[in-house]
């Protein structure tokens, strides 16, 4: 019997992703959990296995082609004794594949014919643009082959002109598969979010004392940098534990409090792209040990060699947008968390202390957070809390 091989949901707001290679030809057999496809999707790298034995019957996506999460990418013909059992809803360890396996019914659809009420991955974009839900798709007119949507009639729904526009002259470069994901992400981040900026500047005079005296040392007894960024993410942990509702995810008309601190890091990529590794209760690690992780999780994203258990599970972001030189940032909250973090350049600057003017080194920090949930005071509160922190940090404090 035929089972289908469906493009897995590979990370919230995600809703295509683009084949890189199938590493089965078609009359090729397949093993159980063996890896049957590579797929670029949220900034990363994935692998598919096949989640039963047979024989690859058909691909319908191949290297280079997009596909909209759920959409039917390949076949496998398998006997009914391979299929595996379902997994019981909510059992832990949930998703260890990134393959959905379904029972394909007799008569339904072909091979070659996604079902009728699929959604081409323009369609979904042209609906998260203008906040169309599943019943406003469902009252459109339909003029798309077997009774599908197509984007010619969202556009005339929405009373656009539904030809393309005439081209300006110059190269057409096509965006990647990750450009659009970040693209369709922070679009979405800011129509969903009430987006709010705060900034705090913040004595790190201290902190590169500490890091100046401290880091030959430091590279020797644990094999990686002192950074800000670790310092940063060290404190931000901690504070975050008195701040539940900034440590949290917005669901519906809901507010999830997690009881686990996950932190976040982006990291900006040679191809321009970004990825947003988790170091995992960050809180409750010391800091050579978030120093280590940190490091880890860098380098594996850079090589473009993260796990996407190293990118799932975030419950706050921080961006560290100052390597790059910048002072200041409004960064955009990555959804459905509900704030994130932005870390300017440390300089040195003329700062007035008790009185007289002193050069100090200084950093801004710009707190974005939803205002649907986080209101000015608190997120004057949280910036104090992390500021005040940062400026007492001392060596014990980090285990130096």
Known sequence: MKQPIIMPQM????AEGAIIRWLRRV???????????????DKITVTVECPYDGVLDAILKQPGD???VGEVIGYVETSASSIPAARPHGAACAEPRLVTAVDATPGTTSAAEPPADWLSPAVMRLALEHKLGRDDLARIPRSGRHGRLTRADVLRHLGQPTDAPAMIDGEVVPMSSIRRTIADHMVQSIRTSAHVTMVHAVDMTSVSALRRYQKEAFA????????????????????????PVINASVRGTDLVLHPDIHVGCAVALPDESLVVPVVHQADTRTFPEIARELDRLIDLSRRKALR??????????ISNFGSFGSLIGTPIIHQP????????????????????????DQVYLSLTFDHRVIDGAMGGRFLNAIQTQTEQLTASTLGL
């Open 66 to 68: 997009h596909a909209a």
């Open 27 to 41: 009359g090729e057999p397949v093993k159980a959990d063996e890896v049957l496809v590579e797929i670029e999707s």
């Open 220 to 243: 020797a007894a644990h094999g990686v940098k002192l950074t800000y960024t670790a310092v940063l993410l060290f404190v931000t942990a901690r504070v975050l534990r008195d701040f």
């Open 11 to 14: 990370g919230q707001s995600v």
């Open 308 to 317: 996407r258990e190293d990118v799932a599970g975030g419950t706050f972001t």
């Open 337 to 360: 968390q509900v704030a994130i973090l932005g870390v300017g350049a440390v300089r040195p600057a003329p700062v007035v202390v008790d009185g007289t003017v002193a050069i100090r």
